[in-house]
């Protein structure tokens, strides 16, 4: 575990935290002036190798081979000059800071990345971090990585799961969630939706598969998981054949047909590492969900009602109904598709590209 320390004094910022993957919601915004939770659980951080923040280069100002080298290979409204390394905390999780409220310029309903970091060692004054909490974006504090150092603390270091441990300790993430608004006339104003990690997660997905499917068409499984992805595929992908398939792969299932050409397989919370598939799918192009979407495709959790008689089954201390099912169709969340696929080396090609730039069409026929 490790404590972050304000690089001009040395003044402790953080609570001892342990290193995570960077949640694929980690840029997302979502809605307009809707009330979103805490990006980071406690005690946890993760770190974003790119660079992030301001200042900012539109597109027109860069040269396309420099964002090539970069790792970006198709146009972006602006890339950052900022420093890369930045640190995502819980804001929860922060010490020794203040915030510096004439830099919180630009805000909505609350903290944006305004004029830049908006919170200062409170030992010596050093503006060290971000803190964010505008309607629409995740609550977190993004550490400044040239303004902190990590240091190693004694506690006892977190365990690295296996994944048969995951399936057993892990927690699936349902698909559909409350989504509140910030005030309104109306009072209390909330509604249930799909769950924007899910969205989130199936962006980056969807821009692994559009890139492994070679321009041909792809299926996905039937049920949830074609409910997410199918929609969108059949429309962004061309109708010739053959099509190519792509199935769920991971911990607890069996193994996929020897025919499948991608595999849909899960990251691993604490490390980000992939699963690894075997057998005859070992080849097969890899397409990443997060541990607790995959989980919930994986294996859906059943509502268990309440029965005609008698008491509930044992272990089971609700009788609520189950979940209201989301007014609208699922639509992938567009900001993480377009992050992902321009920093996909497919990207390059012309039909690819195209897609990019029909974003705003896409988005008004519902599919993202």
């Not at 420093?83 to 830099?103: H, K, N, Q």
Request: hydrophobic share 45%; charged share 20%; proline share 11%.
């Amino acid at each position: 575990m490790f404590v972050f320390v304000c690089a001009g004094c040395g003044a402790r910022l953080t609570e001892p935290l342990s290193q995570v993957e960077l949640p694929a919601h980690a840029h997302q915004r979502y809605g307009n002036g809707i009330q979103l939770p805490v990006l980071m659980e406690r005690g946890t951080f993760a770190v974003e190798p790119e660079p992030w923040g301001h200042p900012w280069r539109r597109w027109e100002e860069t040269d396309p081979d420099e964002a090539a080298a970069r790792g970006i290979y198709a146009p972006v409204h602006a890339l950052s000059e900022g420093p890369s390394g930045t640190i995502v905390i819980a804001p929860g999780d922060t010490c020794g800071t203040v915030l510096v409220p004439e830099r919180a310029g630009g805000y909505c309903c609350g903290l944006d990345w305004g004029d830049g970091p908006n919170m200062a060692c409170e030992a010596c004054g050093l503006p060290v971090a971000n803190r964010i909490d505008d309607c629409s974006l995740w609550q977190a504090v993004w550490l400044a990585p040239d303004a902190v150092h990590r240091l190693p603390v004694d506690d006892a270091d977190i365990a690295i799961l296996s994944w048969a441990e995951l399936l057993v300790e892990g927690k699936a993430t349902p698909p559909s969630v409350p989504i509140t608004r910030w005030g309104s006339r109306l009072g209390l104003d909330h509604w249930w939706s799909w769950n924007p990690l899910w969205e989130a997660a199936a962006g980056r997905a969807l821009a692994h598969l559009l890139a492994a499917s070679d321009g041909r068409p792809v299926t996905v499984p039937h049920g949830l998981i074609a409910e997410v992805f199918q929609r969108a595929l059949d429309a962004l992908l061309p109708a010739v054949q053959p099509a190519r398939r792509a199935v769920l792969d991971g911990p607890g299932l069996p193994a996929p047909d020897t025919d499948a050409d991608m595999v849909i397989v899960p990251t691993h919370p604490q490390t980000g590492e992939l699963w690894s598939p075997a057998g005859p799918v070992a080849s097969a192009c890899s397409v990443p969900l997060p541990f607790g979407v995959w989980m919930w495709m994986a294996f859906p959790e059943p509502h268990l009602l309440l029965p005609v008689s008698g008491t509930m089954p044992d272990g089971v201390l609700r009788d609520d109904p189950p979940a209201p099912r989301p007014h609208h169709l699922f639509r992938a969340d567009w900001g993480t598709f377009q992050h992902t696929l321009v920093r996909l080396p497919a990207a390059r090609r012309p039909w690819l590209r195209e897609v990019l730039e029909n974003l705003t069409q896409h988005m008004r026929a519902g599919l993202f």
